[in-house]
């Protein structure tokens, strides 16, 4: 080829590089493994908003794609300053030697683009080690063209115009809430280490990996972060687990290999991006949906509360559940009410009381209010409370009798799979929390439901059939027919209340609002 053939190749081949981060990749790069998957990627990367990420199973060549974006960004402006993230110093060590390895042994990146890339960088560039690399550029900066962070380091005083953040999330970083947290808190103090939105170059920033848990940071991001935009897939094709993603190079035979290594919630979170798979879930979907209910059956039932305590309270601390149950005589539950939240010990106290009450108001008088009372605080409180409003119910302390969390909803897990467990058609959150076991961001309802199989009711046909609803004037009516003809005198401003029995209605402990003239 001639002299001037060649220079109008290069300019032909360097103008498709810059107009396509596919090509880039692919042909410059010599990425060759990179398919029309990867090149929709690519696309929706170049296209994409100034923020961006990417969760992609594990070696689906995300890092390579990333690490590409990065050379592509570098060679249309070498005045880039970009971080290069991971969880551990190794890890952000790796992504930095894969750049250094494309521009020492990439002829055509070096050959396109001569006045970014050095022929020689050991000796000529200002900056190539194992912390940092320096390509040609005009700017000084204290900033080198490639730098590394770690959730290890500090970064203080650095600028960057842009950030390769990589598998932050992992196994280690995800496995306590605790964990989760300062994953989440590293990355909203990245904020400072941009350059300024009023400078010359506007920063970006790339951030991949794979899922581990609902609530890491991927999962936070996707919630609370819209200015991200998010592209997700598993390692699927789009013919529905027919061929991967990844071709032959990772075809379904081998996938199955790797598949019998891991176990079902390992292999949803690092293939399929979805820590919440109805593989991995303990409740699933098709075992609760189809049998919610909108209206109760006929009675009679046994109505029994629980109630699961937080031990701590605080914005990012567990919540307390309470939920109710209607026992059928042939053993079917049907969850009536349910309230979750974050509240203090008196708080709880009131509202298990307003609960019950609430409950009692359509018909079902709890015949057992359970709580789990570790701290010896709850039981006392709520007694109180009752003694203060003048109306009772039996209580019964839920110990754990040497049985975890885990075993006590594993138990509950058996209702469901018998379609013996019935939520009300509108209870989304707990319907969403159960199929989200025990990868869910809470268990508070589903541990409180659990201790429902703790209270020893005996036979469910012996229950209080469900009372038609009163009208609070019919409520009053009743009282006053109560207290006449049982001498009762009604005080200036009491609190009365009704309780519901075979016969009718006992004056039990409810607030009256004024008294009569």
């Known amino acids: 080829m001639a002299p001037e053939d060649r220079e109008q190749k290069y300019v032909e081949i360097r103008k498709a590089a810059e107009e396509s981060l596919y090509f880039f990749c692919k042909v410059v790069l010599e990425m060759r493994d990179l398919n029309d998957y990867h090149k929709e990627l690519c696309d929706w990367i170049q296209a994409g908003k100034r923020r961006q990420m990417v969760l992609w199973p594990r070696a689906c060549f995300k890092t390579s794609i990333g690490v590409g974006f990065c050379l592509w960004k570098v060679a249309k402006n070498p005045e880039e300053r970009i971080l290069l993230m991971a969880s551990t110093r190794e890890d952000s ?28 960088p050991y000796s000529d560039s200002p900056q190539w080690s194992n912390s940092s690399l320096t390509v040609k550029r005009s700017g000084i900066y204290a900033e080198s063209t490639f730098e590394v962070g ?18 932050l999330v992992t196994k280690d970083t995800s496995a306590t809430d605790a964990q989760i947290k300062k994953v989440i808190e590293f990355w909203q103090l990245l904020r400072p280490v941009f350059v300024p939105m009023n400078a010359q170059i506007d920063y970006w920033e790339l951030i991949s990996g794979t899922r581990w848990h609902d609530a890491d940071l991927y999962g936070w991001i996707m919630d609370k972060v819209p200015s991200v935009s998010v592209n997700k897939r598993g390692i699927w094709a789009d013919n529905a687990e027919e061929d991967t993603i990844m071709g032959s190079i990772l075809d379904k035979a081998k996938l199955s290999e790797i598949r019998e290594t891991m176990d079902a919630a390992q292999f949803a979170a690092q293939y399929l991006n979805d820590p919440i798979s109805s593989e991995t879930a303990k409740f699933k979907l098709e075992d609760l949906a189809p ?11 046994y109505c029994t509360v629980t109630m699961d305590p937080a031990r701590k309270v605080g914005k990012s601390s567990d919540r307390t559940a309470i939920m109710s149950r209607l026992l059928s005589t042939d053993g079917h539950w049907y969850i009536e009410k ?18 019950c009450m609430d409950l009692e108001s359509f018909g079902y008088r709890p015949v057992q209010v359970g709580i789990e009372d570790v701290d010896g605080l709850d039981i006392p409180e709520f007694n109180s ?35 013996r467990l019935h939520l009300r058609e509108e209870d989304k959150e707990t319907l969403t929390e159960l199929i989200r076991c025990p990868h869910g961001r809470y268990d508070d309802r589903a541990d409180a439901l659990s201790m429902h199989a703790d209270l020893k009711v005996g036979n469910p046909s012996a229950a209080a059939p469900r009372l038609p609803y009163l009208s609070p004037d019919a409520i009053a009516k009743r009282v006053k027919y109560r207290m006449r003809n049982e001498g009762e005198r009604e005080p200036v401003g009491a609190m009365w209340s009704i309780g519901f029995s075979h016969d009718g209605i006992d004056i039990g402990s409810v607030w009256k609002a004024e008294p009569d003239s």
């Open 93 to 120: 060590w790796a992504l930095l030697n894969l750049c250094r390895q494309m521009m020492e042994q990439r002829e055509l990146l070096r050959g396109l683009w001569p006045e970014v890339f050095y022929k020689n």
């Open 150 to 167: 770690s959730l290890e380091s500090n970064i203080v005083g650095r600028h960057y115009t842009g950030a390769l953040i990589d598998d």
């Open 291 to 301: 049998y919610t209910y909108r209206k109760v059956p006929p009675g009679p039932f």
């Open 338 to 355: 349910t309230w979750a939240g974050r509240l203090h010990l008196s708080q709880r106290a009131t509202k298990l009381f307003d609960f």
């Open 385 to 419: 409370v009752m003694a203060q409003r003048r109306h009772y119910w039996s209580i019964t302390e839920i110990r754990p009798r040497g049985r975890t969390k885990a075993s006590r909803i594993d138990q509950l897990v058996k209702f469901a799979e018998q379609h």
